[in-house]
């Protein structure tokens, strides 16, 4: 499975938190090295795993209704199914 991620602000939460994000193999990629190495991840054969509830601001974001309240979201999810050449697979969990 690939993977992006935020760095954390401290350098020990950071360190912990790779540890537990790599415990079960795979590939991750920092937010902040792009979007390259993880379409070229997907496009190898790993599965992605993008989760588009991110606010970029209003020029990036779209802000939809959402259990009565507006919350951003990435409409980034088609363009990148098709450059990955990719098959999505919404998943929900279940309570």
Known sequence: MAAMFHNQGNK????????VRRRFGG?????NDGIKPFI???RQGYWG???PDQDHGPEHSEFVDFFATYKA????IGRLMK?????VIPLFPVL
Do not use: E, G, K
């Not at 590939?27 to 937010?31: D, G, I, V």
């Not at 450059?83 to 098959?87: D, E, G, I, N």
């Open 40 to 42: 070229q991840s997907v």
């Open 83 to 87: 450059v990955c050449r990719a098959r």
């Open 73 to 76: 979201t990435l409409p980034a």
């Open 27 to 31: 590939r991750l990629h920092a937010r």
């Open 12 to 19: 020990i939460f950071d360190f912990v938190w790779n540890t």
């Open 49 to 51: 795993y993008y989760l």
